[in-house]
């Protein structure tokens, strides 16, 4: 009975971790739309390929190539040009490799003459790398001419060492853009578990004195944990919500015996908010964790309830069902 009830306890935290995940991930996904987060770290990204005076100038003609352009959103917003006026476009998140490098050779005059297979006299990107001097620093054209030589006069060669090195810049732009949403996770994870009263041992509490929401969301767990990880919590059912929201929520100072209660001295609150904290934490940590948390739980659960749970009923019976499965296959 007790490991049962330490089981459900832990049930109902996970489940209730993994829903604030997903209201996070939503939430977080929403300020980064809005904020062009993506887009700035790509952009951050590509004008940090190169250095020199005409970095910045380099990164702007490479956004501003039609390849690249055309793969940003349009706004409302209308620029005169002198082909007429045009919808501005919003910098694009993301930019495949292959584009990136045929809109750079593009620029700097590295392309195959008519009638060639793509395989040109090496001398011709000796040339380019002269000529591109005229039109862009040399520092450069300092970072481009290794790629562009060890091609051995082979465009695509060219191309795919370009498409390498933009794709290793990318790779560290991913890693830096999830520090950065990581900071912001956080925060956005102690906003909603503040404003939910999502205190993690008020949650403890509240699970251990009252069997019947340790059942209510056990149930609901049970639910969620037997379909595929949903995208955010819009795709929640409405007793997946009732069932979270039944544990979490305020209650006025004066309610007595009811952990919800806002605290009314300086214990009360330190309390509070290392619970606060916690649920923060937890809540950052993703989604996909969590769900990950909550299978193995509830598989736990299935295979050690007492043969009067009907979900441990139904879990036993299906162990035994592969099990004769199994035992059925090694004997034909």
Request: hydrophobic share 40%; with cysteine; charged share 20%.
């Amino acid at each position: 009975m007790f490991g049962s009830t330490v089981l459900e306890i832990a049930v109902g935290l996970v489940f209730i971790y993994l829903v604030l995940s997903l209201v996070c991930t939503s939430v977080n996904e929403y300020i980064a739309q809005m904020l062009g987060l993506r887009a700035e770290n790509l952009y951050n990204a590509i004008h940090g390929l190169f250095d020199g005076p005409d970095a910045e100038r380099i990164a702007e003609d490479i956004y501003h190539h039609s390849m690249i352009l055309k793969l940003g959103q349009k706004t409302n917003k209308i620029r005169s040009t002198s082909d007429g006026d045009v919808n501005v476009r919003k910098k694009p998140s993301y930019i495949p490799a292959a584009t990136f490098s045929s809109a750079l050779t593009d620029l700097i005059g590295l392309v195959e003459p008519n009638g060639t297979d793509n395989t040109v006299d090496a001398k011709l990107f000796e040339t380019v790398l002269v000529a591109g001097e005229k039109t862009y620093d040399k520092q450069i054209l300092s970072a481009l001419e290794p790629l562009i030589k060890s091609a051995n006069g082979n465009l695509d060669t060219a191309r795919r060492n370009i498409e390498k090195w933009y794709d290793d810049a990318m790779e560290r732009a991913t890693g830096w853009y999830k520090r950065k949403i990581q900071i912001l996770s956080f925060c956005v994870a102690l906003s909603i578990a503040t404003i939910t009263n999502a205190d993690s041992l008020m949650m403890l509490d509240r699970l251990w004195a009252i069997p019947a929401q340790r059942t209510q969301i056990t149930a609901a767990a049970k639910s969620v944990s037997a379909s595929p990880l949903p995208v955010d919590a819009k795709k929640l059912d409405k007793a997946t919500e009732d069932a979270a929201m039944g544990l979490l929520g305020w209650k006025p100072a004066r309610t007595a015996n009811d952990p919800r209660s806002m605290p009314t001295d300086g214990g009360s609150w330190a309390m509070k908010l290392m619970g606060l904290f916690i649920t923060a934490f937890a809540a950052s940590l993703g989604a996909p964790f969590w769900f990950d948390i909550l299978n193995k739980i509830m598989s736990i659960r299935s295979a050690g309830s007492s043969p009067n749970d009907p979900a441990g009923k139904q879990g036993s019976q299906t162990i035994g069902e592969k099990n004769r499965v199994a035992s059925s296959d090694a004997h034909k």
